[in-house]
């Protein structure tokens, strides 16, 4: 399988090489001759992640108050854009010292998320639920779960929550250390029934990394991992938390960390992306400012 990975803020022409023949892609345009007849897009989506949006003065490399003009950004080039949903892959607000404050946080910026797309996914980030519980975190936008799986276009997506502690206990209420993430075994046993239940191509979204063993990842993300691996369906995992591009093929799954959307200050350091998913399983990152773009053929 190849991958290919280039930053894309300078991107608006890029050059793939398929079979030998090079296509050039201007934008929306041009993605007819960039899928073909057999790799035309099954599912397109808009993908953002760590937006940590907060009314609060910038701490270190985070400016808070900036995440809604970078989402506004956002939102425009996917209204440029058929998706059949939009997902945000955890930490959607920062932590408060108050549950009012912090649903106050979750209002505001949810207001213009919601403005995205009617279809919308939410994976649970350990801020998002550091004052708030999930049962109000979940209710301030209008889930019903915090982890689940659905279908669109012929491909099977699966939204993990690893926002438990070592011990079985969901995050909330700052009851917990953020370096402590896990998939319970409650989830990890739903996980491994969801996807022998389907033979369609799978594609995992989650906060916590599942491809490494440092402060950022999951626990047990080996175990996780054989889940994945024994389904033989899974595509790619895409994954926010450590707030920067990061990238690793373990088992023939590809492991693609997204960059934060709070980092930074102005446009140029916003970060977002949409991917495409062809029939035959090929996998298109478009990333936008400092978000990396991938492009990654079927096996």
């Known amino acids: 399988m190849r991958t290919t990975s280039r930053l894309s803020g300078q991107n608006n022409r890029r050059a793939f090489l398929r079979n030998g023949t090079l296509l050039l892609s201007a934008g929306a345009a041009s993605s007819s001759l960039l899928w073909g007849n057999?790799?035309?897009?099954?599912?397109?989506?808009?993908?953002?992640?760590?937006?940590?949006?907060?009314?609060?003065?910038?701490?270190?490399?985070?400016?808070?108050?900036e995440t809604p003009d970078k989402l506004a950004e956002a939102a425009e080039r996917f209204s440029n854009e058929k998706l059949d949903f939009v997902v945000e892959l955890g930490d959607f607000i920062d932590a408060a010292?108050?549950?009012?404050?912090?649903?106050r946080y979750l209002k505001r910026i949810n207001r213009d998320f919601v403005a995205i797309s009617k279809?919308?996914?939410?994976?649970?980030g350990n801020h998002c639920v550091d004052t708030l519980t999930k049962a109000e975190f979940l209710g301030g936008v209008?889930?019903?779960k915090s982890?689940?799986?659905?279908?669109?276009?012929?491909?099977?997506?699966?939204?993990?929550?690893?926002?438990?502690?070592?011990?079985?206990?969901?995050?909330?209420?700052?009851?917990?250390?953020?370096?402590d993430a896990n998939v319970p075994a409650a989830e990890l046993d739903w996980l491994a029934e969801d996807l022998k239940a389907t033979e369609k191509p799978t594609v995992v979204f989650a906060h916590q990394r599942l491809d490494v063993a440092t402060?950022?990842?999951?626990?047990?993300?080996?175990?996780?991992?054989?889940v994945f691996e024994e389904s033989g369906n899974v595509l790619a995992v895409f994954q926010g938390h450590s707030h920067k591009n990061d990238h690793n093929d373990i088992g023939g799954i590809h492991y693609c960390t997204m960059?934060?959307?709070?980092?930074?200050?102005?446009?140029?350091?916003?970060?977002?992306?949409?991917?495409?998913?062809?029939?035959?399983?090929?996998?298109?990152?478009?990333?936008?400012?400092?978000q990396s773009s991938y492009d990654w053929q079927s096996k």
């Open 38 to 65: 057999d790799s035309e897009p099954s599912v397109s989506f808009g993908l953002i992640t760590d937006l940590h949006y907060a009314d609060k003065p910038p701490a270190g490399s985070r400016h808070y108050r």
């Open 97 to 103: 010292n108050s549950v009012d404050t912090e649903l």
């Open 119 to 124: 279809k919308r996914h939410y994976v649970l």
């Open 142 to 144: 209008e889930q019903e």
């Open 147 to 179: 982890y689940y799986s659905f279908d669109s276009g012929g491909v099977h997506f699966v939204v993990l929550d690893s926002c438990f502690r070592s011990d079985g206990e969901s995050y909330g209420r700052k009851n917990f250390q953020w370096t």
């Open 215 to 226: 402060h950022h990842g999951v626990k047990n993300a080996a175990a996780v991992r054989r």
């Open 259 to 290: 960059v934060a959307m709070v980092e930074g200050t102005g446009a140029e350091s916003n970060g977002f992306s949409m991917l495409k998913i062809g029939r035959d399983r090929t996998i298109e990152v478009s990333g936008f400012r400092k």
